[in-house]
């Protein structure tokens, strides 16, 4: 029976596959939204504390409601921050597992809900209010319904068994007991995290327990394959969902091969996570070793009679949908989170499957484009470290090491040549474009100060450019690099200083290898446009840079952003995203505000709207507070510029398209303006300090008038707070710095109004 | 000479004007206010001195009568125009007077009185408000430095503590009037409620130039054989005077005009 369904799954599989379009259309909310994003915590909070017991005792009941508080404004942030997914097939199916594994207790089955996480990470947890969250990352690398069925059954535990109340009760006992009696007081072994992580791990083998007990009762087919399977996840977990080997011959071109050299000599062996951990690691760890965890389900589940017991009951076609859906996610999730090599390789594998979706193959572009920018600029600190091929196991070892491997020019023009491919094949693509015109800037600014160095016309065989690229990429003793530590980049020879213009080429011969790269292309009025565009642009550069040479003024790379300060920039219409709020008083021991915090938060919004109104300007707030279960759309236009300008802090000076530049562009339409602010409010309650004021005071001696001061130094409480506002044009992508202000005051009513007039008047006025 | 000094405040002013982008508070750059400071009146109640067999020795001839502190009542109207981000320029009226008790002897009857000296006048003051870093006129914290320029007038009048009546040509004596001019630093909070009302708390520091009346001219003798003890009454009120500069708190409510 079993390899009957898992062939009707494969089947299904490859049905999904073949349904696929040449792109791929991203996932988004729809439905309703749900009341946790839109309704503010505090009232949740409010409703959540009448739920505590009458009798406990007052310090009891005290610590329930900081965990209700806690834990409750936590998953809502989380909830608002676009890192959920509310779709209701995916909710939906999430729910018949769950009546399936709950219909013996009907109550229970009302208190749990499921959602699923737009992250990579391989990961599952329980909140509070009976939230349960599956990531994507673990969805990718499950292989049937009922490991799944497992893994929520083992969070329904956390939930039934109220183990996140427990453990925030005893998590508390514990910190006070090791603070009263520890002998480790002054050192630096963490008494209180050891006993909190055995504490956790005897809660998560409860979990374990009562998941294995749900699946059990259920018609899941709960054997020891399924369990060992789901461990095997958590084992692999820091691995793509597949193994396949990676040719790197994948960006060679007609006239561009990639040498020998740049291919690994084997790849490291996957070893997994250790079964059994030793004491050291076991005291670090939340959760017991996998090895203990497996034996411990595979007891319990060895028991259960196997037959009628199915690997799918909802639906294997739904299930391989999900997944094949939550595969297609993770190169953009890894690209979001600069794991560019990660992009690329996961966005390789799917590619196996569905050679000319186009939405992978820009992907790899854009992970691509990015890498060789950050390369050149020589800001590739930001992702080397996590870089290092000698980080990885399994076959994607072999992309890591080439990438790392190769140099800064080769990996621009290997860039270059697979984004124009691209491009030619979808000129209609509005993305495409936009990323040759930046890797060819690049290749202008850092590389090649013109065209004339190509061999255009000129002809090689395959096996003497081989012969060339291996030479101009000698072979790295691997033995020597180290496991941690970057790439060590040449340093830069700079072509953004002022130099002269050289029309007749000097041919650099470690560059020989690539001079034949776009043989095709020459010709090709797109390209050359954009040639000669990049090369006027650098002498532009150069001239201006000549200009202002004495003044010290200075030009970077390529493609640099400009923060524009201080002008006023006469725009009448602007949409302000998701503006933040947050109280901290450091003088307490849980330093976060809450309450008061969304208090500011909702002030906020109405000064924005007040300010606007007040001044005659449109000023759209795309914010969850003010959205309601319609604004479904709003709340997914929301996360994707959070996505889009998250992006844009990551690239810094840098300004090139954002990885959904195309959503961005046609939302900015949308909404009729090309202008999106993005501010927030820290505000911090300082302590008291005294030393200051003691002197001051000591000083009134001899000049009593300072005694006022030193006085009201000593008694005024002391606040400021942190006013941040960056106002982007989303298409240029050009930004304009309206705050950046730490203010040594107290963010009354009238100061945030001062301020925020001052902000949109400024961005109102004729220049 | 006024020309000059119009030009110099002028000269100051203008470039802010010209480059600032003032918005004031949502774009109301313009407070009227009412407000109140009290003169410190270090003033007249002479106390336990039987006055009617008071001799006059050396030693307390030329000695200053005790005082007792007074509080004055000085209202005060001021405007404030927003010029900077972080900068206002202001101005303020308030009369101010003040009065003490001066020693009198009259050399004829040998007796000595006491006669209540008056100064009174208008202070106009002018100056510029630096809000302190990181906040916005004309909100919170803030330096006002101005100059005070004021006419002053002192004449006698009949002091209710003294024994004896004051003779007339001593009332009627007539004192040269004083244009003097003070500069003062204050330091002082304004916060704004509701959109529209303001509160002004500061206390200023300041010097004053030059003295309430003329010593040359009035040195003291007041017709043939009536001595107004040189000093008390001079000395006295321009120590009043120098109180309003010195350590002088004030309150101020306004209104966002425009």
Redesign the interface.
């Given at each position: 029976m079993k390899p009957i369904l898992t062939l009707a799954g494969a089947l299904l599989c490859i049905v999904g596959v073949q349904a696929q379009s040449s792109d791929y259309i991203r996932i988004n909310n729809s439905g309703a939204l749900p009341s946790e994003v839109y309704t503010p915590s505090t009232v949740k909070y409010q409703d959540d504390i009448t739920r505590i017991e009458e009798e406990l005792s007052k310090k009891d009941k005290k610590t329930q409601q900081e965990y209700y508080l806690e834990s409750g404004f936590s998953i809502d942030e989380m909830m608002r921050s676009g890192l959920v997914l509310y779709n209701p097939d995916y909710n939906a199916y999430f729910e018949k597992i769950a009546d399936e594994l709950l219909k013996n207790n009907p109550t229970l089955r009302n208190e749990v809900h499921f959602y699923l996480l737009r992250s990579p990470v391989v990961n599952a947890f329980a909140g509070a209010g009976g939230n349960i969250f599956i990531s994507m990352g673990l969805i990718a690398m499950l292989d049937n319904e009922a490991e799944l069925a497992f893994v929520m059954g083992h969070e329904i535990g956390h939930i039934a068994l109220e183990h996140g109340l427990d453990f925030y009760m005893e998590a508390k006992e514990i910190d006070k007991s090791v603070n009263d009696n520890s002998l480790f007081r002054k050192s630096s072994f963490n008494e209180s995290l050891v006993i909190k992580n055995l504490y956790s791990q005897d809660l998560e083998t409860q979990a374990d327990s009562y998941g294995a007990d749900l699946i059990s009762k259920s018609k899941y087919a709960a054997d020891t394959a399924t369990m060992n399977a789901v461990f095997d996840v958590l084992k692999y977990s820091y691995l793509p969902y597949r193994n396949d080997p990676f040719p790197v011959r994948f960006f060679e071109g007609a006239h561009y091969v990639i040498s020998h050299n740049l291919m690994i000599d084997s790849v490291a062996p996957i070893t997994g996570e250790p079964e059994i951990m030793d004491a050291k690691d076991a005291f670090k760890s939340t959760h017991p070793s996998i090895g203990d965890r497996r034996t411990a389900v595979n007891n319990t589940v060895s028991k259960n009679d196997p037959s009628g017991r199915k690997e799918y009951i909802v639906s294997g076609e739904w299930f391989l949908r999900i997944r094949n859906d939550a595969r297609y996610e993770l190169p953009m999730f890894y690209l979001h989170n600069e794991l560019f090599q990660d992009a690329i390789y996961s966005a390789y594998l799917s590619l196996q499957k569905d050679p000319d979706n186009l939405y992978l193959e820009k992907i790899i572009a854009k992970a691509l484009t990015s890498m060789t920018k950050y390369r050149n600029s020589k800001d590739d600190e930001v992702y080397a470290e996590k870089a290092n091929f000698k980080e990885y196991e399994g076959e994607q070892q072999s992309l890591y090491f080439m990438l790392w491997a190769m140099k800064d020019v080769e990996m621009n023009v290997m860039s270059l040549l697979y984004t124009y491919n691209l491009y030619k094949q979808h000129p209609e693509d509005k993305e495409l474009q936009p990323l040759c015109k930046t890797l060819i800037n690049d290749l202008v600014v850092y590389h090649f100060d013109s065209d004339v160095y190509f061999l255009k016309n000129d002809s090689i065989s395959r096996d003497s450019l081989y012969v060339l690229s291996d030479k101009n990429n000698p072979k790295v003793d691997i033995s020597k690099v180290r496991k941690t530590g970057f790439k060590k980049t040449t340093t830069r020879k700079t072509t953004t200083r002022v130099t002269k213009y050289n029309p007749v080429p000097k041919i650099d011969k470690t560059k020989a290898h690539l001079l034949y790269a776009f043989n095709d292309f020459w010709g090709d009025m797109a390209f050359d446009t954009l040639w000669e565009a990049a090369i006027s642009e650098r002498k532009e550069r150069e001239e201006l840079a000549k200009k202002y040479k004495d003044s010290g003024f200075k030009f970077n790379g390529a493609d640099t952003r400009n923060y524009y300060l201080g002008e006023?920039l006469g725009v009448d219409s602007i949409v302000v995203i998701n503006p933040f709020y947050m109280r901290i008083d450091v003088r307490k021991e849980n330093a976060i505000e809450y309450i008061s915090g969304e208090e500011g938060e909702l002030n906020y919004l109405q000064i924005l709207q007040d300010?606007a109104q007040?001044?005659d300007m449109h000023v759209q707030i795309l914010d969850p507070l003010l959205m309601n279960e319609q604004s479904v759309d709003q709340f997914n236009d929301m996360n994707e510029f959070n996505d889009w300008f998250s992006v844009q802090l990551d690239f810094g000076s840098m300004n090139i398209p954002g990885y959904n530049q195309e959503v961005i562009d046609s939302l900015a339409d949308t909404y009729g303006t090309d202008y999106f602010l993005w501010t927030g409010i820290i505000s911090l309650r300082d302590r008291m300090h005294i030393t200051g004021p003691l002197i001051l005071l000591g000083t009134s001696l001899f000049f009593p008038?300072l005694a006022?001061l030193s006085i009201y130094d000593l008694l005024a409480p002391r606040y400021e707070f942190f006013y941040l506002a960056l106002l982007y044009d989303v298409k240029t992508r050009e930004a304009y710095v309206l705050k950046y202000?730490?203010?040594?005051?107290n963010d009354?009513r009238?100061?945030l109004?001062?301020?925020t007039?001052?902000m949109l008047?400024?961005i109102s006025?004729k220049p | 000479m006024q020309k000059k000094f119009i030009f110099i405040i002028l000269l100051i002013i203008l470039p802010y004007v010209v480059q600032s982008q003032a918005v004031g508070y949502q774009g109301k750059k313009c407070i009227a206010s009412l407000g109140y400071m009290p003169l410190n009146n270090l003033s007249g109640t002479f106390l336990g001195i039987d006055w009617t067999n008071y001799e006059i020795t050396e030693d307390q001839t030329f000695a200053l009568a005790p005082y007792q502190l007074v509080i004055r009542h000085t209202p005060y109207i001021s405007l404030e125009y927003v010029l900077g981000r972080e900068l206002s320029i202001w101005f303020r009226y308030n009369p101010f007077s003040t009065s003490t008790n001066a020693y009198w002897y009259n050399t004829g009857l040998d007796s000595i009185g006491l006669v209540q000296a008056n100064t009174s006048g208008n202070m106009f003051s002018l100056g510029l408000r630096k809000y302190m870093r990181s906040t916005a006129a004309p909100l919170s914290a803030y330096l006002n430095f101005y100059v005070t320029m004021y006419p002053t007038h002192s004449d006698l009048s009949a002091s209710p503590d003294s024994p004896i009546d004051a003779p007339k040509e001593l009332l009627d004596h007539s004192f040269t009037d004083q244009p003097l001019f003070g500069l003062s630093v204050a330091y002082g909070y304004q916060n704004i409620f509701w959109d529209k009302v303001t509160l002004d708390l500061s206390i200023a520091l300041g010097y004053i130039f030059g003295d309430a009346i003329n010593y040359a001219e009035n040195d003291g003798l007041v017709g043939d054989n009536i001595y107004l003890v040189p000093g008390s009454p001079l000395a006295a009120n321009f120590a009043n005077i120098q109180s309003l500069f010195f350590a002088t708190p004030s309150i101020g409510i306004g209104y966002l005009l425009f």
């Open positions: 006023n300010n007040l001044m008038p006022i202000e730490l203010l040594n005051n009354t009238a100061i109004n001062s301020h007039y001052e008047y400024r006025a | -």
